[in-house]
């Protein structure tokens, strides 16, 4: 096996070990999310409850996988290569302990000032909704501190090849959930009263996603001591990767922000609907898209320390083809069938036909993006890894602006729809944007024999659409055995076409996949 090969199995590898453990995570999320369909379905309640969990994720994507993670990784691995073990071990505690006391103060900034945070994020909200928010933010903002350190601990264990676990830990915030809400529905029938009980579930997972990656960082060789250096190189170069990053990330959350405001004005029930749509795109947008884009930034950064482009472009050209493989099919899988998906998941107790309806529209319409969310999260970190977070803060300014305006122009026919549907087109514009300046910028970088893939997996694709299409409209399901029947089939379909299509056409890397899910399957 030459070494190419070897680097292609090895990064498959870790981004199949990643999507396992992330197939679980987000398995136990698409159950936690029926349960909240099922007993709040898109009422105030879960309006609130969805307002009162988005304000500190705001703040997560600063300090959790997002700028500090980009920047901190690289040092990181290079410190591991050019020192030593200790030395790199002493600069992620470093890091580790000035983060704790900057999530620590914006905990307890974030508690003080949530009234007012509320007053000007959701403007549009109805009294009782923001009222409840008020009191259920008050509860959930200590997640911010927990679920920034499980980052930071998740980045250091990638760097050492610790992937299952790391992967997996995002599944204990919603074991916490889930449990939260059949424990309250025992002590409580009142649906205002429960949705507490569902704000504190939130902080014990939170708490369990945490602790449980302590364990492995002991096992590599981590004892903790408290202790804070400023002004060591090591650090000085983190503040200067991280401040662009964050200002980058702060400029999305911006944009974010116009999102929740804009929405806070639309129909009740449309912030649950683009909640529930958005996280079951995340469904396979987690499993593949955010596994690959964690999985492929420890090897780009070691590319680049070893200046080593061969490696990297063909690594780059396989995530982009797994992206595309993946993501395109699934597409057509969900615009064909998202309403029998839905009714199957979510349409019982509270939530009725018309919620459906409106999670089917935001679904359809985030998934239009989802092959450009998913690429966007392996071509981003090539910047990261080259040690540039300048030019996604130039290309995140821009998008906002695209985004804000397209959102403004298309809430007005489709409402909710409309927020989602700018958000896939920003994604798209996005990658395009990163993909030229990407070959402009670093010429020894070639992506080779992409379109040719591309039409073949279109045409993959279309046919997948067809079938799952003509097959939904023509076979009515009453029973849930038969809705169930009835889903099971789509998705036969799905990977039939998928895996037939893939031989037939000779799609490149397809001995690779095929090869990997054989020994899955075959291996005793």
Not at 232 to 252: E, H, N, V
Not at 301 to 317: G, M, Q, T, V, Y
Request: net charge positive; hydrophobic share 55%; charged share 10%.
């Amino acid at each position: 096996m030459n070494t190419l090969q070897s680097s292609q199995k090895k990064l498959f590898k870790n981004t199949g070990i990643m999507s396992i453990a992330v197939f679980f995570s987000r398995i136990l999320g698409l159950v936690r999310d029926q349960v909240m369909a099922a007993y709040f379905g898109t009422s105030y309640v879960n309006d609130a409850f969805s307002v009162a969990f988005n304000i500190p994720n705001l703040l997560r994507r600063l300090f959790g996988e997002g700028a500090l993670s980009a920047s901190f990784i690289p040092i990181y691995n290079e410190l591991g290569f050019k020192r030593n073990r200790r030395y790199q071990m002493l600069f992620a505690l470093n890091v580790l302990n000035i983060l704790t006391v900057i999530l620590g103060l914006l905990t307890i900034l974030g508690i003080l000032f949530t009234p007012l945070i509320i007053k000007y994020v959701y403007p549009g909200l109805a009294p009782e909704t923001a009222q409840l928010a008020v009191k259920l933010t008050y509860i959930m903002f200590p997640y911010l501190f927990f679920i920034g350190l499980s980052s930071t601990f998740i980045a250091i264990l990638n760097s050492h090849n610790y992937f299952f676990v790391t992967g997996l830990s995002s599944a204990l915030l919603n074991v916490g959930w889930i449990v939260s809400i059949i424990i309250g529905s025992w002590c409580t029938g009142n649906t205002e009263e429960l949705i507490y009980f569902t704000a504190w579930g939130t902080i014990f997972g939170g708490f369990l996603q945490t602790a449980i990656n302590i364990p492995l960082l002991k096992k590599i060789g981590y004892n903790f001591k408290i202790f804070i250096k400023l002004n060591s190189l090591a650090m000085k170069t983190l503040w200067k990767r991280f401040i662009p990053g964050m200002l980058g990330l702060g400029i999305r959350e911006i944009n974010l922000l116009m999102d929740a405001f804009i929405a806070s004005f639309l129909p009740i029930g449309s912030i649950a609907a683009l909640g529930f749509g958005n996280r079951l795109m995340q469904l396979p947008l987690g499993i593949f898209g955010i596994a690959a884009g964690t999985a492929v930034l420890p090897a780009f950064s070691k590319a680049f320390i070893n200046k080593d482009f061969e490696e990297l472009s063909n690594s780059l050209r396989f995530s982009i083809l797994f992206m595309i493989y993946i993501m395109i099919p699934v597409t057509a899988l969900i615009i064909g069938g998202s309403k029998d998906i839905i009714i199957l998941l979510f349409q019982r107790g509270i939530f009725d036909a018309h919620a459906t309806n409106m999670t089917v529209i935001a679904l359809t319409c985030y998934s239009i993006g989802l092959v450009f969310f998913g690429l966007n999260q392996t071509i981003t970190p090539v910047f990261y890894a080259a040690k540039d977070t300048k030019t996604p803060v130039l290309i995140a300014a821009v998008m906002v602006v695209l985004n804000i305006t397209l959102n403004i122009i298309l809430m007005i026919p489709l409402k909710h729809g409309g927020l989602a549907l700018a958000t896939s087109i920003t994604a798209m514009v996005q990658f395009f944007v990163m993909l030229r300046l990407l070959k402009k910028r670093y010429k020894d970088i070639k992506i080779t024999k992409i379109i040719f893939n591309l039409i073949k997996i279109l045409i993959i694709s279309v046919i997948i659409y067809l079938l799952v299409s003509c097959f939904s409209h023509n076979f009515i399901a009453q029973s849930f055995i038969l809705k169930l029947f009835k889903v099971i089939i789509l998705v036969a379909i799905w990977l039939f076409v998928f895996a037939i299509g893939g031989f037939s056409l000779k799609l490149d890397y397809w001995n690779i996949f095929s090869e990997r899910l054989c020994r899955k399957f075959l291996k005793k």
